[in-house]
């Protein structure tokens, strides 16, 4: 089945390239992105689509240039290299940067890869587990004493019955539902889940 772009969250692109003290490129040096609201690593992508997840931190090519897509907003960006970092501070990003919210209102991105799910502090409102490969499915939530808002989780292969969607949280004793995960085990079966105010778990 083709999919539309409009399956896909909007994010917009940011490039440059990082130079030392000297004003010297520097390769293959390391680049952290965080918000400026909250200080956490944000969710970088490497097409404008947001279909493929890009590691943060990630590193520059051999000319020393960077490049990440995310959802506008304010950044702080930290370069590194050894005992060498340069930051810059509030760095806008996207068309309204600071102020920007998605036209389309819910964003969702679908997971094809292999492996754990790992959702982001401000990642999309809806992810939709479509493995290539039928495995079960461990996601990871960000601590709930980070996180600031909701996100969906969709069996999105219809075949969790079989391959289980294991949900856990980051942080100590961090609880889901009350408990210690959740499993979705119903083909097509989702939740949302909602960060408490006491970051003790998600609900």
Known sequence: MVQSSRDFIRVARHQFVVTNHRGD????????????????????????LGRNP????FKTDASGSADFHCVGGFYRIRAF????????RYVGIGLAQGSD?????IIQRY???????TVGVEDVDIIVIRKDVGEPTPVE??????ATRKVKIVDGKYDALT????ITSLGTAK????????????????IELTPLADGTGWI
């Open 101 to 105: 919210v998605e036209s389309e209102g």
């Open 175 to 190: 609880t889901i539902m009350g408990g210690a995960d959740y499993v979705i085990d119903s083909n097509g079966g989702s």
């Open 54 to 57: 890009k590691g943060n931190p």
């Open 141 to 146: 939530l960000p601590d709930p004493y980070d």
């Open 25 to 48: 490129v520097v390769p293959f040096a390391n680049v952290e992105v965080r918000s400026e609201t909250s200080g956490s690593l944000i969710q970088c992508y490497s097409d404008p």
């Open 111 to 117: 997971h094809t890869a292999a492996g754990t799910v």
């Open 81 to 88: 290299q050894g005992a060498e970092e340069s930051i810059r």
């Open 163 to 166: 391959n289980p969607i294991t």
